[in-house]
C-alpha cells in the first residue's frame, strides 16, 4: 500500500513540476503582452517616482527626503556605498574592498585570513589612490545638447558636434562648480542631465571580515541563493585630515526588515539593455553574448581539466578560474536570456506597442517611422563586421599568448611602416577609444610579449579555444580559414602550429622584436603569417563599422525621444552607472520545485559548514568555528527582495522607508541577469546581508565595540 501511495505521489509531483515547463515551453508567442515595467523601476533622482510610490506602495515621500538619500549614497570604484554616520563612516561590501586590502596589508599581515578592524580612530588606514564620490549637483541641459545634435548634416557630423558641446558644458560648469562633472544621457539620448559630484580623497580603513566568512560558499554559492555571507566592509571619509562632518547619513535599523515591508536599494547600476530594439537584441546575442561565453565557458572547462594534466600547477589554475567565474556566470546568464524563446517574444510585444504607438500618428510616423529599419540595417551590417573583427583581432582571456604576441609584433611594424601622417592621424581617431592601429588596445603596450609566467601546457589549451573562436566567427569554408586551420581538430591544429613557430622562448621572441619591420612580416612563423594576411582587411572594416555605429546611435537618439514622447519619465531609463533608487518588498520565490525562505539564519551557515565536511570553500574563519557566547545564532543572516538591480549595485544600502539601514545589497540570484534585457518580478532577487547580521557579527564576534557603538548611535562615540 505504501509503495502504491508512493508511486502516486511521485507521479502528482512529477505532473506538478511538469506541468508549468510545459506550458513555458509551448506558448503561444502571438498572445505574449509587454508590461508597463519590463523595463525594471531604477528610478533616477532627475525623476523621483513620487506618483507611482503613492500609488502601489501609498506612501508619500517629500523632496526632501530624496534629496536626503541621494546626499547619503556615495559612488566608489566599481561599487556603490553610502555614509552610515554623522562622523564619514562608509559601508560597502567585502568583495568591492578586496583591492583595498592588498594595499593595505603590511608586512607579515594576512588580511584576508584575519580580516581587520581599526581599534581607534589612529588606527584607521589611508587608502591610497582611492576616492569616493557624492552627488551634489543636478541640471537639465537637454536644451543645450539636442540642438548641436541637429546642427550636424550627416551622422557623423551630428555625434561630433553632440559630443563637442557636451565638452564644452563639462569643461563650464566644472570651473565654475568646482566639482567633478558627467553629463549622462537618459532614455537613449532623448534627455541630458548634467552631474555634479564633491569627490572625497581621503578614504581610510575602519573594518573587513575575513575572506571565508564573506564570501563563504565561494564561487558555488555565487549568484545563488539561499546564502549566508557576511559581505561587508567599512571605511572612513576624512576632510582636512578629520573624519567628514555629514548630515546625510543613513541610520542603522535596530529590527531589519519584515516580509512584505517595503524596502529600497541605492546605488549605481552599471548597465542595462532593456530599451534596446529586437535587432540590437539579436545581434547581442547572435554576436556579442555568443562570443564571450564561448570563450569563458570554454576556458572555464579547460582550466578544470588542466588541474590533472598538470598537477604542479593546479592551484594557479584554480585561480584563474575563480578570478572570472562571476564575469563566466554574468555571460551565460545574459545569454540564456536572449536564447529564451518567451524572453524575446515579450521583447518583441513591447517594440510592437511602441511602433504602434508611432504608426498611428501620421507626424510621428514620418519623424520616427524610419527609426527600427535604420538600426535593423545598421545591426545587420556590424554583425557581418564584428564576426571578421572578432577573429582578426581575437581579443579575450581565453585567447592564447601565441596570437596575442604575433598580433602585437605584426600590428607594431605595419605602424612602423605606415607614412608619418597617416600613423598621427589614425593615432589620434583610436585614441579616445583606448587602442592603437590595428586594433590593439593601447594598455596591451605595457605587457611583455613573451612573460616570465608563460605556461606552454595553458597557452596551447587556449590555442584550441582560440583556434575555435576564430573558425566560429568566420565559418569553416571562409578563405582564411581553409588557409591557416586545416586539420580534424582544433588540437591537432594548434600542436602543428606551435611546432612550426618560432616563438620557442622568451630570448627568441624579443629578438624578432628588434628586427626591422619589413623583415618581421616576412617572417616564416605561422602566426606571424596569419596576421599580417588578415591586417589590411582591418581598417576598410573599422570604418564601415565606425559608420554604422554612427548611423545606429542617432536612430538610437530618435527612439529615445518616441519612448519619451509614449511614456515620459513613467518608466524609467536604461541603467547606466547613475544614481538610482530601486522599490521592493522582502520576498521568497519558488525554485528547483520547493521555495527559498525570505531569510536565512547562521543555524543555517552552520549546517552547511558542517554538511561539507567544513571543506573549501564552505570552511570557516578560526574565531566562526565556535561561536562565543551570548552569540543569537537565529539572528537573521542574509535576504532577498524584490528590488531591481545589476552589476554596479553591489554595496548598495537596502533601506526602509524611514531612510534606516535594513540591509546591504551583495548579490542577486542567476533569475536576476535576465534583467539584463527585461524586468519579471517572479523569481528576480537582489540578495542582501541583514542590518542584525551585520550588527551581532560585529559586536559579538569581532568585539569591535567601537564601530558596533557608530553604527547603532550614528556617530562615534568616545
Keep these: 500500500m505504501r509503495i502504491r501511495l508512493f508511486t502516486a505521489y511521485?507521479?502528482?509531483?512529477?505532473?506538478?513540476?511538469?506541468?508549468?515547463?510545459?506550458?513555458?515551453?509551448?506558448?503561444?508567442?502571438?498572445?505574449?503582452?509587454?508590461?508597463?515595467?519590463?523595463?525594471?523601476?531604477?528610478?533616477?533622482?532627475?525623476?523621483?517616482?513620487?506618483?507611482?510610490?503613492?500609488?502601489?506602495?501609498?506612501?508619500?515621500?517629500?523632496?526632501?527626503?530624496?534629496?536626503?538619500?541621494r546626499l547619503s549614497a556615495l559612488r566608489i570604484p566599481g561599487c556603490s556605498a553610502s555614509f552610515v554616520s554623522e562622523d564619514g563612516?562608509?559601508?560597502?561590501?567585502?568583495?568591492?574592498?578586496?583591492?583595498?586590502?592588498?594595499?593595505?596589508?603590511?608586512?607579515?599581515?594576512?588580511?584576508?585570513?584575519?580580516?581587520?578592524?581599526?581599534?581607534?580612530?589612529?588606527?584607521?588606514?589611508?587608502?591610497?589612490?582611492?576616492?569616493?564620490?557624492?552627488?551634489?549637483?543636478?541640471?537639465?541641459?537637454?536644451?543645450?545638447?539636442?540642438?548641436?545634435?541637429?546642427?550636424?548634416?550627416?551622422?557623423?557630423?551630428?555625434?561630433?558636434?553632440?559630443?563637442?558641446?557636451?565638452?564644452?558644458?563639462?569643461?563650464?560648469?566644472?570651473?565654475?562648480?568646482?566639482?567633478?562633472?558627467?553629463?549622462?544621457?537618459?532614455?537613449?539620448?532623448?534627455?541630458?542631465?548634467?552631474?555634479?559630484?564633491?569627490?572625497?580623497?581621503?578614504?581610510?580603513?575602519?573594518?573587513?571580515?575575513?575572506?571565508?566568512?564573506?564570501?563563504?560558499?565561494?564561487?558555488?554559492?555565487?549568484?545563488?541563493?539561499?546564502?549566508?555571507?557576511?559581505?561587508?566592509?567599512?571605511?572612513?571619509?576624512?576632510?582636512?585630515?578629520?573624519?567628514?562632518?555629514?548630515?546625510?547619513?543613513?541610520?542603522?535599523?535596530?529590527?531589519?526588515?519584515?516580509?512584505?515591508?517595503?524596502?529600497?536599494?541605492?546605488?549605481?547600476?552599471?548597465?542595462?539593455?532593456?530599451?534596446?530594439?529586437?535587432?540590437?537584441?539579436?545581434?547581442?546575442?547572435?554576436?556579442?553574448?555568443?562570443?564571450?561565453?564561448?570563450?569563458?565557458?570554454?576556458?572555464?572547462?579547460?582550466?578544470?581539466?588542466?588541474?590533472?594534466?598538470?598537477?604542479?600547477?593546479?592551484?594557479?589554475?584554480?585561480?584563474?578560474?575563480?578570478?572570472?567565474?562571476?564575469?563566466?556566470?554574468?555571460?551565460?546568464?545574459?545569454?540564456?536570456?536572449?536564447?529564451?524563446?518567451?524572453?524575446?517574444?515579450?521583447?518583441?510585444?513591447?517594440?510592437?506597442?511602441?511602433?504602434?504607438?508611432?504608426?498611428?500618428?501620421?507626424?510621428?510616423?514620418?519623424?520616427?517611422?524610419?527609426?527600427?529599419?535604420?538600426?535593423?540595417?545598421?545591426?545587420?551590417?556590424?554583425?557581418?563586421?564584428?564576426?571578421?573583427?572578432a577573429a582578426y583581432r581575437p581579443a579575450g582571456q581565453a585567447i592564447s599568448r601565441y596570437l596575442t604576441i604575433a598580433s602585437t609584433l605584426v600590428n607594431q611594424a605595419e605602424t612602423a611602416l605606415m607614412p608619418a601622417a597617416k600613423r598621427e592621424a589614425l593615432q589620434k581617431e583610436l585614441q579616445g577609444r583606448g587602442q592603437r592601429p590595428g586594433g590593439m588596445m593601447g594598455a596591451r603596450r605595457q605587457m611583455p610579449l613573451y612573460p616570465d609566467n608563460f605556461d606552454p601546457v595553458l597557452e596551447e589549451a587556449k590555442l584550441e579555444i582560440s583556434i575555435d573562436y576564430i573558425i566560429l566567427n568566420l565559418g569553416k569554408n571562409d578563405p582564411v580559414v581553409k588557409k591557416f586551420f586545416q586539420g580534424k581538430s582544433s588540437k591537432e591544429i594548434a600542436k602543428n602550429l606551435i611546432a612550426k613557430s618560432l616563438f620557442k622562448s622568451k630570448e627568441a621572441v624579443e629578438e624578432i622584436a628588434k628586427k626591422d619591420p619589413k623583415e618581421i612580416l616576412k617572417l616564416n612563423d605561422p602566426f606571424i603569417k596569419y596576421f599580417a594576411d588578415v591586417y589590411a582587411k582591418i581598417e576598410g572594416l573599422e570604418k564601415r563599422k565606425q559608420e554604422a555605429t554612427d548611423t545606429e546611435s542617432v536612430a538610437f537618439n530618435l527612439l529615445g525621444q518616441i519612448m519619451y514622447k509614449m511614456y515620459g519619465t513613467s518608466i524609467p531609463p536604461d541603467a547606466n552607472r547613475t544614481l538610482r533608487i530601486s522599490d521592493g518588498v522582502l520576498k521568497g520565490y519558488d525554485y528547483n520545485g520547493t521555495t527559498a525562505p525570505v531569510k536565512t539564519t547562521f543555524y543555517g551557515m552552520y549546517d552547511r559548514y558542517f554538511g561539507f565536511y567544513e571543506k573549501y570553500p564552505f570552511n570557516l574563519p578560526e574565531r566562526w568555528k565556535t561561536p562565543p557566547a551570548g552569540f543569537d545564532l537565529s539572528t537573521p543572516f542574509d535576504f532577498v527582495s524584490t528590488n531591481d538591480i545589476i552589476g554596479g549595485n553591489s554595496g548598495s544600502p537596502i533601506i526602509n522607508k524611514n531612510a534606516q539601514v535594513i540591509g546591504l545589497a551583495f548579490d542577486g540570484n542567476i533569475e536576476m541577469l535576465e534583467g539584463n534585457f527585461l524586468y519579471r518580478q517572479q523569481a528576480n532577487r537582489t540578495v542582501g546581508v541583514d542590518s542584525k547580521a551585520m550588527y551581532e557579527a560585529i559586536k559579538k564576534v569581532y568585539k569591535a565595540d567601537r564601530l558596533a557603538d557608530e553604527l547603532e548611535t550614528g556617530k562615534m562615540v568616545k
Aim: glycine fraction near 4%; aromatic fraction near 14%.
Design 10 to 69: 511521485l507521479l502528482l509531483l512529477f505532473v506538478f513540476i511538469s506541468l508549468p515547463l510545459k506550458a513555458q515551453a509551448s506558448f503561444n508567442p502571438d498572445t505574449v503582452k509587454a508590461q508597463k515595467f519590463d523595463t525594471g523601476t531604477m528610478w533616477t533622482f532627475e525623476y523621483p517616482p513620487f506618483e507611482y510610490l503613492k500609488e502601489v506602495y501609498n506612501f508619500t515621500p517629500t523632496q526632501e527626503w530624496f534629496d536626503n538619500v
Design 89 to 389: 563612516l562608509l559601508m560597502t561590501n567585502n568583495h568591492c574592498a578586496r583591492g583595498i586590502r592588498r594595499q593595505m596589508q603590511r608586512e607579515g599581515e594576512d588580511l584576508a585570513n584575519t580580516g581587520f578592524y581599526a581599534a581607534t580612530l589612529a588606527d584607521e588606514r589611508k587608502i591610497p589612490n582611492f576616492s569616493a564620490e557624492q552627488l551634489v549637483y543636478l541640471k537639465d541641459v537637454t536644451k543645450e545638447v539636442l540642438p548641436a545634435l541637429k546642427e550636424g548634416k550627416t551622422e557623423k557630423e551630428k555625434v561630433e558636434k553632440r559630443n563637442a558641446k557636451i565638452a564644452e558644458l563639462r569643461e563650464k560648469y566644472a570651473k565654475e562648480l568646482n566639482l567633478k562633472i558627467d553629463i549622462v544621457s537618459y532614455y537613449n539620448g532623448a534627455v541630458y542631465y548634467l552631474q555634479g559630484f564633491k569627490v572625497y580623497t581621503d578614504v581610510r580603513y575602519v573594518f573587513q571580515p575575513e575572506e571565508n566568512i564573506a564570501y563563504f560558499g565561494g564561487d558555488p554559492d555565487n549568484f545563488t541563493y539561499p546564502r549566508y555571507n557576511l559581505d561587508c566592509t567599512f571605511l572612513r571619509v576624512y576632510e582636512n585630515d578629520k573624519p567628514v562632518k555629514t548630515q546625510h547619513y543613513f541610520k542603522w535599523s535596530p529590527n531589519g526588515a519584515a516580509p512584505g515591508e517595503l524596502v529600497f536599494t541605492v546605488g549605481n547600476p552599471g548597465s542595462t539593455n532593456r530599451l534596446r530594439t529586437v535587432a540590437q537584441l539579436e545581434y547581442m546575442r547572435d554576436v556579442q553574448y555568443r562570443n564571450s561565453t564561448f570563450q569563458m565557458d570554454n576556458l572555464y572547462k579547460k582550466l578544470d581539466e588542466l588541474k590533472t594534466v598538470n598537477p604542479s600547477k593546479a592551484q594557479d589554475y584554480e585561480a584563474q578560474r575563480l578570478a572570472f567565474s562571476n564575469s563566466q556566470k554574468n555571460n551565460r546568464g545574459y545569454y540564456d536570456a536572449l536564447l529564451n524563446p518567451y524572453v524575446m517574444a515579450r521583447k518583441k510585444a513591447f517594440e510592437k506597442k511602441i511602433q504602434e504607438f508611432v504608426m498611428k500618428d501620421p507626424e510621428l510616423k514620418k519623424e520616427y517611422g524610419h527609426v527600427w529599419k535604420t538600426i535593423a540595417a545598421a545591426r545587420k551590417e556590424l554583425t557581418g563586421i564584428d564576426t571578421k573583427l
